[in-house]
C-alpha cells in the first residue's frame, strides 16, 4: 500500500473515533428523556410520571433495559423494577399492553418497598433479597 | 357434603406453602418466602410454579427443591394441568482438580411455551451460578416464572401498583448503583478513544516508515549531436565546487582551458542546476585566452547564489565547441 492509501485509512480510523467519541459524550440522554420520547405520556405528578405502552412488560423491559441499562433489576410476579442512579422506574402489566413508573429514587423506593425493600436499601419488603450462602465454594 | 368441604380444602392446603427443609442452595427463610411468592402467583394465575436445583458438591449429592406447595415440595405435588419449573445442575470440583466448577439451567413447561431463551431474555447473571452466591441468579429466575407465563399466555398478567402510603422511617435505599452516564456510555467512550489513538498510531507509523525522499537532481547534458560522442571513461571532478565558492573571490582557481583533443565526458557536480553546466548557446567556439577567462572566472566565483561553474565542465564543454568535426577536418586533409 503506498503513503496515500495508508493515511487516509489512518486518518478514516481517527475520524470514526472522534465520532464514536462525541457521541458518546453528546449523544443520547438519561431515562427519563428515553421515556418522553419512546413511550406516551399518561400522568404526572412531580417527578413521578406515568406512561403507558401497546407491547407486552417483558418486551417493554427489554426495550427499556437494552436502550438504557439499569444498574440492577427485580423481579416479581407482578412487575420488573429498574434501578437507575436517580430514578426507579416499575413496569407493570396494564391490560393486554403495560404501564411504566418512574419517580426518583427516594420516591420510587417508597412507592414500590413491598417489591424492592430490603434489596436496595432498609425497610423490610416481600423478602426477596436472597441472603446468599448455599454450598459456595466457587472457584 | 363432606365430600364437597374436603374438594373445596384439599387444593388450598395443597397449595399453601409448608415449610423449608434443609436447603443446600438457599437459607431456610429465603426458601420459605420464594414459595410464598410462587403460591400467590399459583393462586391469581392457576399456574404451578416451582424449582429443582442439583448440586455435586465434590461429589456429593444435594439438592434444592420448592414450589408454591411449599419449600422441599416438587411442583408435581400437586395435580396441575399448567406448571412451569426451573431446573439447575451445579457442578463444584475440588480445590486440587484442575476441572473448573459448571452450571447449566433450562426451564420447562406444561403446556409447552417458557423456555430457557425466555429467561436468557432477562438477562440474569446465570454466571453466579457457580459464585459464591447461586441464590441470587436462582432467586431471580424462579420468581420471574409467573412473567414469563403471563408474556407467553399461559396465564393471565399480574399487575402491580404503587404504595401511595408513606414508607416507614427506617426504609431507606443503602445501595450504591453508580452512574447511569458511565455504565450506557462508558463502553462506546473507551471505544472512541482507543479509535482515535490506533488511527494516531498509524499516522505516526505511515509518516515514520513512508517519508517521501527527495531524488537527486543529476541532469545530464545534452549534446546537440549525440551520434558525435564515444563512450568515456569516468573522470571525477577535480575539485568540490562547493569549496571554490567558498573562497574568497581574489584568488579563484583559474586553469587554463583545455586544448583541442578528444571529448572529455564529466558528469555534472551534483550540487548546481542543470542549466548552469550546459554549456550556453553563446558559447565561443574558440579556446578562450586566460585574460578573457579570468573575470568570467572572478564573477562566477563572487557570485552567492549560484556556484561557480567546474572548470572540467566548463573546459570539456568548450573544447567540444571549439574542436571541429572530424568530417570537416577530413575535408581539410
Request: include cysteine.
Amino acid at each position: 500500500m503506498r503513503f496515500r492509501p495508508k493515511l487516509l485509512v489512518a486518518s478514516a480510523i481517527g475520524g470514526v473515533g472522534l465520532i464514536v467519541l462525541l457521541f458518546a459524550i453528546f449523544g443520547g440522554g438519561g431515562i427519563r428523556s428515553y421515556l418522553d420520547d419512546n413511550f406516551h405520556r399518561q400522568s404526572a405528578s412531580g417527578k413521578s410520571v406515568v406512561y403507558t405502552a401497546s407491547a407486552k412488560p417483558k418486551a417493554v423491559y427489554e426495550q427499556i433495559r437494552s436502550a438504557r441499562p439499569p444498574a440492577d433489576t427485580q423481579y416479581d410476579p407482578s412487575g420488573y423494577f429498574l434501578r437507575y442512579s436517580d430514578d426507579i422506574v416499575a413496569i407493570t402489566a396494564n391490560g393486554a399492553g403495560s404501564r411504566i413508573y418512574v419517580d426518583d429514587e427516594r420516591r420510587g423506593y417508597s412507592h414500590w418497598l413491598l417489591f424492592v425493600g430490603g434489596v436496595w436499601g432498609t425497610g423490610g419488603g416481600s423478602g426477596d433479597n436472597f441472603r446468599g450462602g448455599g454450598p459456595g465454594g466457587g472457584k | 357434603m363432606k365430600r364437597l368441604a374436603v374438594a373445596l380444602v384439599l387444593p388450598l392446603l395443597l397449595a399453601a406453602p409448608g415449610t423449608a427443609a434443609a436447603d443446600v442452595i438457599f437459607d431456610p427463610a429465603d426458601a420459605d418466602d420464594l414459595a410464598a411468592t410462587l403460591a400467590e402467583a399459583y393462586t391469581d394465575q392457576g399456574v404451578c410454579y416451582g424449582w429443582h436445583v442439583t448440586v455435586d458438591n465434590v461429589g456429593s449429592p444435594q439438592e434444592s427443591v420448592g414450589s408454591n406447595f411449599g419449600a422441599g415440595k416438587t411442583v408435581s405435588s400437586g395435580s396441575c394441568a399448567k406448571k412451569v419449573e426451573f431446573t439447575a445442575n451445579i457442578t463444584y470440583t475440588s480445590e486440587s482438580s484442575e476441572s473448573e466448577d459448571s452450571a447449566s439451567y433450562d426451564v420447562s413447561s406444561t403446556p409447552a411455551g417458557v423456555g430457557r431463551d425466555d429467561l436468557d431474555a432477562l438477562d440474569i447473571d446465570f454466571d453466579g451460578l457457580t459464585g459464591e452466591d447461586p441464590d441470587v441468579a436462582i432467586g431471580k429466575a424462579v420468581t420471574a416464572l409467573p412473567l414469563l407465563a403471563a408474556d407467553k399466555g399461559l396465564a393471565k398478567a399480574l399487575a402491580a401498583s404503587p404504595d401511595t402510603a408513606s414508607a416507614p422511617a427506617d426504609a431507606q435505599l443503602t445501595d450504591d448503583p453508580g452512574s447511569d452516564w458511565w455504565r450506557e456510555r462508558g463502553g462506546m467512550l473507551l471505544w472512541g478513544v482507543g479509535l482515535m489513538l490506533a488511527g494516531g498510531v498509524f499516522v505516526w507509523w505511515v509518516l515514520r516508515t513512508n517519508r517521501p525522499r527527495r531524488r537527486p537532481s543529476h541532469v545530464q547534458p545534452v549534446p546537440d549531436d549525440l551520434s558525435s560522442l564515444e563512450p568515456l571513461p569516468y573522470e571525477p571532478p577535480a575539485e568540490p565546487p562547493v569549496e571554490q565558492a567558498e573562497e574568497p573571490p581574489a584568488a579563484p582557481p583559474v586553469e587554463p582551458p583545455a586544448p583541442p583533443g578528444p571529448p572529455i565526458y564529466a558528469p555534472p557536480p551534483p550540487g548546481p542546476p542543470a542549466e548552469e553546466t550546459e554549456p550556453g548557446p553563446d558559447a565561443e567556439p574558440a579556446p578562450k585566452t586566460e585574460a578573457a577567462a579570468k573575470p568570467e572566472a572572478e564573477s562566477a566565483s563572487g557570485s552567492d547564489a549560484a556556484p561557480a561553474p567546474e572548470p572540467v565542465e566548463t573546459a570539456a564543454g568548450e573544447s567540444e565547441q571549439a574542436r571541429p568535426a572530424p568530417s570537416d577536418l577530413k575535408d581539410k586533409e
